[in-house]
């Protein structure tokens, strides 16, 4: 089946250390966004990237890098600089089209402790 | 700057009567829109959508309905059932480079049996 797979579920960090966020898509997709999920202020756009080797910084990019060397994947690092990094992460993908909605994976809790 | 707002962040409803819930936003640019049904430690899934070109969507239970002059959006759920419990968000695209989707904060909507 198609879909984005985001992994892992849980993640544990502790302070100081970077990590790393997997998501991958088989949809085909070519624009894959990462998103930052915090109680009572939705989602917040971190990167996208509309095709390989190619991305863009969202609304909160700062204490986090992204990389796009292979359409199907888009890894989101979160750096030491991230000064509250304990958040719910989702990655999404969509079609360079109109009138389309984005895909999203399951979702990656992260905890610094 | 909140470019799609959502001011009512929870909401009860008896179940079978009607759910609404509201969205605002502030960008001319936007060209589609979108409605995203969550659960908690869970992805958004996609639910309905509307282009900017129309004023109503309706896909069964679901309708979304689109004043471009007052910039607001609203999505009507007839009737409300308990499984429809869950936060709801809207969401709006525009292009910048590849195409960006903002969301607003969220509603939670509670359907009471």
């Known amino acids: 089946d198609g879909g984005i797979t985001q992994s892992p579920k849980y993640l544990f960090r502790k302070e100081g250390q970077n990590v790393t966020l997997s998501c991958e898509q088989n949809l085909n997709h070519d624009a894959m966004y990462w998103y930052r999920q915090d109680p009572g202020q939705g989602l917040r756009l971190i990167y996208y990237s509309q095709i390989v080797n190619d991305f863009q910084k969202g609304d909160i990019a700062e204490g986090y890098s992204v990389s796009r060397e292979k359409k199907e994947s888009f890894p989101l690092t979160v750096t030491s600089a991230q000064k509250n990094p304990t958040a719910f992460y989702l990655c999404?993908?969509?079609?360079?089209?109109?009138?389309?909605?984005?895909?999203f994976g399951q979702g990656t809790r992260l905890t610094v402790v | 700057d909140q470019q799609v707002k959502q001011n009512s962040p929870s909401l009860s409803v008896q179940e079978g009567r009607i759910s609404i819930l509201n969205c605002d936003y502030t960008n001319s640019m936007f060209d589609y829109f979108l409605w995203y049904k969550k659960y908690p430690a869970e992805g958004p899934t996609f639910l309905i959508s509307?282009?900017?070109?129309?004023d109503k969507n309706e896909d069964g239970r679901f309708t979304v309905f689109l004043n471009k002059s007052a910039k607001h959006l609203s999505l009507h759920i007839v009737p409300s059932q308990p499984g429809d419990s869950a936060v709801y968000f809207c969401a709006a695209r525009y292009r910048s480079g590849t195409y960006k989707y903002i969301f607003g904060t969220g509603t939670r909507l509670k359907v009471l049996a």
């Open positions: 509307i282009s900017s070109i129309k």
């Open positions: 999404a993908s969509s079609i360079w089209s109109r009138d389309t909605e984005a895909f």
